[in-house]
C-alpha cells in the first residue's frame, strides 16, 4: 500500500512538472509570436502576424525586440541629433520629434518637392542607393528626407510627392518642421540654403548616413556621384 502511494505521488509530481513546462513554452511561443509598432502610434496594442503599422507605415517588431532595444542603449551623445527636440509632421500626419528615429540607422537628405533642378537628381540618388542595399536590411534602416520649404511642402504634398517617385514604403520617410527647426537641422548637416523666389530655393545637395544612436558617420556631398562608399557605410552601420 505504502508502495502505491509513493508510485501515485511520483506520477503527480511527473504531471505537474510536464504542465509546468508546457505553459512555458506556450508562454515563450506567444511572446515569439507578439509584434508591436516600433514608434507605439496604438500605444502597447501588439499583434500576432508580422505586417506595418496602419498609420506610420513602419514594419512591426516582435516584442522582444523592440524591448531589447529599449535596454541596449538608451542614453544619447552629445553629437546625437536626438538632442533636438524640436517637432516633425510625417507624410502620414505624425507629429514626431528625431529621437522616434532611434535604433535605426538613417539616411537623410533635404529637399523641396517644387525644385525643378537638384532635387529630382538628390531623390534619384537617394533611390539609386536604396536600390543598391540589399533588401534585408530594410527593416533596420530609413531613408528620410526633410523639406526645407516647409510653407509648401505639407504632409499631404509630401505624401502625394513619395507616390509619385515611388517612395512610399515603410523604410521612407518624409519629414515638414517649421522654419526654425529645418534651418537648425540644416545647420547639424551643414547644408546650406537660401529662398531665392516664393518657390525657389538655392541648396547644398548633401545625402547623411547616421548611426542608430544618432551620430554622424558619413556625407555624400553632390549630385549623381560615385555612391559606393556611402552604400559600404550603411551596410556597416546597420550590421554593426
Not at 508591436?36 to 522582444?64: I, N
Not at 538608451?74 to 516633425?88: A, M, V
Not at 534619384?124 to 530594410?138: S, W
Amino acid at each position: 500500500m505504502k508502495k502505491y502511494k509513493v508510485i501515485v505521488i511520483v506520477l503527480m509530481l511527473l504531471t505537474a512538472f510536464v504542465a509546468c513546462k508546457k505553459e512555458a513554452t506556450t508562454t515563450k511561443n506567444n511572446k515569439e509570436v507578439a509584434y508591436q509598432c516600433p514608434m507605439k502610434c496604438e500605444g502597447e496594442k501588439t499583434f500576432t502576424t508580422q505586417g506595418s503599422c496602419a498609420v506610420c507605415k513602419m514594419d512591426l517588431k516582435p516584442l522582444s525586440e523592440v524591448v531589447s532595444k529599449k535596454e541596449i542603449s538608451t542614453e544619447i551623445s552629445e553629437e546625437s541629433i536626438f538632442n533636438l527636440d524640436s517637432k516633425w509632421h510625417t507624410e502620414e500626419g505624425k507629429t514626431i520629434v528625431l529621437e522616434d528615429l532611434k535604433g535605426k540607422t538613417l539616411v537623410m537628405v533635404m529637399i523641396y518637392t517644387t525644385c525643378k533642378a537638384a532635387c529630382p537628381r538628390l531623390v534619384a540618388d537617394m533611390r539609386n542607393i536604396e536600390k543598391q542595399v540589399p533588401k534585408k536590411y530594410n527593416k533596420d534602416l530609413q531613408y528620410v528626407l526633410i523639406s526645407i520649404d516647409p510653407e509648401t511642402d505639407t504632409p499631404t504634398k509630401l505624401k502625394a510627392f513619395a507616390k509619385e517617385n515611388f517612395m512610399d514604403d515603410a523604410h521612407w520617410t518624409f519629414l515638414q518642421g517649421t522654419k526654425s527647426s529645418v534651418r537648425e537641422f540644416a545647420n547639424v548637416l551643414a547644408v546650406k540654403y537660401k529662398q531665392i523666389s516664393p518657390l525657389d530655393f538655392s541648396h547644398s545637395n548633401i545625402i547623411s548616413v547616421f548611426n542608430p544612436q544618432g551620430e554622424l558617420v558619413h556625407q555624400q556631398e553632390g549630385l549623381g556621384v560615385d555612391n559606393k562608399e556611402t552604400i559600404s557605410k550603411i551596410i556597416e552601420t546597420v550590421t554593426k
